[in-house]
Each structure stands twice: as structure tokens, then as C-alpha cells.
């Protein structure tokens, strides 16, 4: 498609429940990135694909988190028994390659928890 | 990851002024990229730099890569209502941000 395409666009979760937050990329970028910004802040790297490879998860917060792109396109982000403190956007990016180009932000799932 | 800091956090102009924002780092920085977010909007790319003392202008803005590239700014001209926003930097191949400064302009 034309952008980075992410939904839902909000998702409201009770505490404990599970969710799973989708990121279509821009056809034919290598990679992928989320994030996860809270209000008033920065973006925080959360985790990093090349094609269908994990590269980097460093950022995950918690076992509770964790992202694929089975195929190298779609990729999904879950977090189990979701807790307050992961109310956030989550937003999702794509690139060409890596950190040579600019990445391309999609409009993010607002999570919130209750 | 490469440790970014920005200031300031918030900035309030008039229509028509100028506008700067400082990315500093302790660290040498293998790039840096600069990116603008709307309220309620996500990130934009602006500007990659990568060379040491790099300068790049998109006009009104212009971008500077400090010759130890431990440091940049970015500065607006004659700010506009359009310019609103707050205006990120980040680096490395995590792309971590800083805090960001958020720019407010009075009409």
C-alpha cells in the first residue's frame, strides 16, 4: 500500500486480557520497527525485523510482549495479561533498508488499559 | 543504543520568529535523523544527515550535523501556525529518540 497501515486504531483492553496489535508495512521495506510512546514522550524501540528475522528485541518491557512477521510483511505485536502501565501508542515503522533511508511511521493503535 | 538529548522540551513563538532545537549526544553518533509529529499524529521523517559539519536545508528549515557528530540542531525561519509540532531526533539503527521539543506558535 501507499503507508504503513495499523490496527486497530484504538483498543480498549480490561487488565489481564490479551491483545495483538498488526502492522502492515510498505510493500517491498525489509524492515520493520515498533514502538511504544507514551504521552508527552519519545518514542521507545521496543523491537526490530529484517525480512522475517528478529534482529533486535531488546526493547521488549516484559516476557508479556512479543512480535513476528511469520512472512516477511505483516507483523503482529501481542502482549499478554495486558497491565496499566502498558496503556501506550504503539506505533509501527518500516524502511527500505536498514537506517540508510528515513522510516516510514504508520498511525499507531492507542492501547488503553483498564 | 546512541543516547540522544534534546532541549528544549517546549518552546512558545510568535508567528514569524525564529526556532531552534538542540540534539546532543556524549557520544559520536553514526547519523541522525530528524522527524516532526503533529498532535495526535505520528512521526514524519524530515532529514538524515550523516557527514561530520553536514548542512542541509528544506526551505525554511536547516539542518547541522556537528563536526564531532555528537551533536545537531534544527532551525525554522520565520516560524508559521503550520510549523506546530513536536520536532524529534533520533540515531543508530534502533532510531532512539530523544525527548523531543514540542512548538507552539502564537498567530
Known amino acids: 500500500g501507499a503507508g504503513v497501515s495499523q490496527s486497530p486504531r484504538y483498543k480498549v483492553a480490561k487488565r489481564g486480557q490479551d491483545v495483538a496489535l498488526r502492522c502492515d508495512p510498505i510493500s517491498g521495506h525489509v524492515s520493520l520497527f515498533w514502538y511504544q510512546q507514551a504521552l508527552g514522550q519519545g518514542p521507545e524501540f521496543l523491537t526490530y525485523f529484517q525480512n522475517e528475522a528478529q534482529l533486535d528485541k531488546s526493547g521488549l518491557p516484559s516476557d508479556r510482549f512479543f512480535a513476528e512477521r511469520p512472512e516477511g510483511s505483516v507483523s503482529t505485536l501481542k502482549i499478554q495479561r495486558t497491565q496499566q502501565e502498558d496503556s501506550a501508542v504503539y506505533l509501527c515503522a518500516s524502511s527500505q533498508r536498514w537506517s540508510h533511508y528515513g522510516y516510514t511511521f504508520g498511525s499507531g493503535t492507542r492501547l488503553t488499559v483498564v | 543504543g546512541q543516547q540522544v538529548m534534546q532541549i528544549p522540551q517546549y518552546q512558545h513563538v510568535q508567528e514569524g520568529e525564529d526556532f531552534t532545537t538542540y540534539c546532543n549526544s556524549s557520544t559520536t553518533l553514526s547519523n541522525i535523523q530528524w522527524y516532526k509529529q503533529r498532535p495526535g499524529g505520528h512521526p514524519v521523517f524530515l532529514i538524515q544527515?550523516?557527514?561530520?559539519?553536514e548542512v542541509k536545508k528544506q526551505k525554511r528549515l536547516t539542518f547541522q550535523f556537528g563536526e564531532a557528530k555528537k551533536n545537531s540542531s534544527l532551525h525554522i525561519t520565520a516560524t508559521q501556525t503550520t510549523d506546530v509540532g513536536t520536532y524529534f531526533c533520533?540515531?543508530?539503527?534502533?532510531?532512539?529518540f530523544g525527548e523531543g521539543t514540542q512548538l507552539t506558535v502564537n498567530p
Open positions: 544527515l550523516v557527514k561530520s559539519g
Open positions: 533520533g540515531s543508530g539503527s534502533r532510531l532512539t
